[in-house]
């Protein structure tokens, strides 16, 4: 045996992954963070397996927990399970520590006290098990934390009690139906500075609801992170773009309550102030730091990672509180979904997140009070408030789960994801909470791909549509006809033969950014000076040409860059050539650069690649489309850079202009004569003409495409365009959000959609509906719909 193994305590910097044996996952996880990377992780220490079976070895205790398990002969008997795992708990509680092992956990406190220069520190202890957080081996939420712990016999007491937490119900279900013996397995303590959060959440490196691993997944609360867990808070949640760290998507909820440490030791729950209770938690810039620590523990593991985070509250630090390597999509590499919606034929009763894929129709057992959870019976849907740790006997019997409360990350979530049973949670916070509207006994189906509960059993109207869904997937299903042309936006080149098959019309808009993010990592510019222009050239073309030859011969436009300078800084020697802009956003951006002296060489390389595709490759359905430009002046000036640089508007290439300034809506009839036609960036047009930073979370609540003063901008362009023969399009997420959006596009006359790839089957049925009721209405001289 290796000297470090008998040791009965260890500091991070002392372990890494590979002692997962000895100081468990959790720890050991730790301990990696903490010597080999260059995320923030508080001071820490670990009492190891050694100490663990060492405390079990002196008290006597192995041979009384052997004793005490032969009575459970059935872990799916609730009543003998509760009792047998109790009785092991206390007894282990109420066991004596060794003197040995107490003696070292007191020495290494008092170290962390002056490490942190504090003479009796506050800290947190938490269980880790040897076969947890393993990526065949989760046991989410298995063992305990306990926080806000200050003095050394206070943090041998919780020692104990984290050993005794190897013993809970779920615990001791768990490693029964995964086969572990219990016997063999040790437990690990770590003891850990606290973190006094004033904010605190968790993060994914995979969407963990899709699979897609092209976005960071972020959610957090006000206070410290177990309200997120247990789910008695909904989080705010975001999606963040892996290759620009952009905020992709966001959704800040109501927090009413959060959970805080107390000054005199031990945490309570408080009241949300008024004003933050629909805040948003994170900052932007917050949210980029957090994404970059994300990239780099990914990057350094190997694979998805599951990371929780805090924010002190003394000086706004960021700290990673623990790392784990994902649980689900780890060992996945897809799941099957039944993506198709029932809302035509089923009446709703409530919506919520969708947190497990899957659908299912069962008999309803709503649970308000915990004590009644042994009523639960097998394939029954689960309709209860949150879910806990202490739950997961009944979960595995379930066939569904609905609750009130919860995010992502809670433990319902995790725990649904892990089993494969369809979830949804967090009703309440997008309307009606599910045990207020569902029945006891209630025969309900459960969406969980869409997050809806309807009434009554469209399982079998489900499994029919789900053979159609198939078929659409082979390309085999007849989608309708639609005189609205329904195009996909598309970023990643490498998703172009996955989503060729989809009924879409072309692609609207391909953003280029992501071909400089994903295959080129370097600025244009630095690439020239370097010598290097035709590489870059190359490669650009090679991303752009993958897209057209799966879209072939439907038409893909691409968009010229429109990185703002922080991110064309990113790339590898854009700080030579970037700016330091106060507002990025509405600074040096799209079409100001291409005619630029200090960016025009590096528009032309654009301009060469795309010639490349159009004439070397032979794929004439490629067009272009400018972004932000501010002026008719500066269409002119781009547009003749253009036709200098070999690329002119003709019958089969065609320029379209990005409407996302009110100058492009208010002046279209003058920039009709440089394009062909407008996209609608309804993001930025949003921000621009309702004065709301897109980026900015303290109005978030004021930025809704959906404005009046939006919707007449769009039908002013549609209507100045048409005059000109200029088609009008849309690509900002409007249309992939609001079905309503939609119908006032369609009913106004807009020639195109582009929409996300999993919106296109379902808007063009949509659109096909609308058009469907707008000729039946003018027949009938009813004209437009209201």
Known sequence: MMEKEKNLIL????????????????????????????????YGFVTTADAYRYFMEKSGLNNRIAELLTELTDVENSLTLRRVSAQIRREIIEAEMPGKLSEAIRKSYDELGKKMREHSPYVAVRSSATAEDLPDASFAGQQETYLNIKGAE??????????????????????????FDHLDMALSAVVQMMVFSKAAGVMFTVNVITGDDTHIMIEGAWGLGEYI?????????????KNTL??????????????????????????VPENMINTAVLTREQLRELAEYALAIEKHYGCYMDIEWGIDERNDKIWILQARPETVWSNKKEIKQNNVKIAETGKVLVKGMPASPGMVAGKARVINDPEKIDDFQIDEILVTEMTAPDWVPVMKKAKGIV??????????????????IPCIVGTKSCGSAGTAVIRDGMTITVDASHGVVYAGNLAAAADEKEKKQEMANHGQENFPVTGT?????????????????????????????????????EHPLHMIDEGRAQEAVDKLAEGIGKVCAAMSPRPVTLRFSDFKSSEYRALKGGDKYEPHEPSALLGWRGASRYYDPKYIEAFRLEIKAIRKVREEYGLKNLHVMIPFCRSVEEARRVTEIMKDGGLRRSADF?????????????????????????????????MLILGCDRDNDAISHLFDERNTAVKRAVRHLIEAAHKDGKTVSICGQAPSVYADFTQFLVENGIDSISVNPD????????????????????????????
């Open 11 to 42: 500091w991070f910097e002392k372990i890494g992954r590979q002692d997962t044996d000895l100081v468990g996952g959790k720890s050991a996880s730790l301990g990696e963070l903490t010597a080999k990377t260059e995320v923030p992780v508080p």
């Open 229 to 241: 867990v247990q789910g008695i808070v909904t989080p705010d949640s975001y999606l963040i773009n």
């Open 759 to 786: 919106m296109v089957g379902c808007t063009k049925k949509n659109v096909a509906q609308i058009e469907q009721r707008i000729i039946l209405n003018n027949a009938l001289g009813l004209g437009r719909m209201k």
């Open 485 to 521: 042309k329904i195009y996909m936006n598309l970023g990643d080149p490498a998703l172009a033969e996955k989503y060729g098959t989809l009924p879409c019309d072309g692609v609207g808009l391909m953003r280029e950014e992501f071909i400089w993010t994903t295959y080129i990592h």
């Open 654 to 686: 065609k320029v379209w202009l990005m409407a996302e300034i009110p100058a492009n809506i208010i002046l279209a009839d003058q920039f009709n004569q440089f394009v062909d036609g407008y996209s609608i960036g309804s993001n930025d047009l949003t």
């Open 154 to 179: 206070d943090v041998i007491g919780k020692v104990k009690e984290c050993y005794a937490s190897a013993y809970t119900d779920r615990a001791v279900y768990y490693r029964t139906k995964q086969g």
């Open 403 to 420: 609750t009130d409360a919860g995010g992502m990350t809670c433990h319902a979530s995790i725990v649904s994801r892990e089993l494969g």
């Open 246 to 271: 952009i905020v992709d998507g966001r959704k800040i909820n109501e927090k009413k309550v959060k959970f805080v440490r107390l000054q005199t030791g031990g945490c309570e729950e408080k009241a």
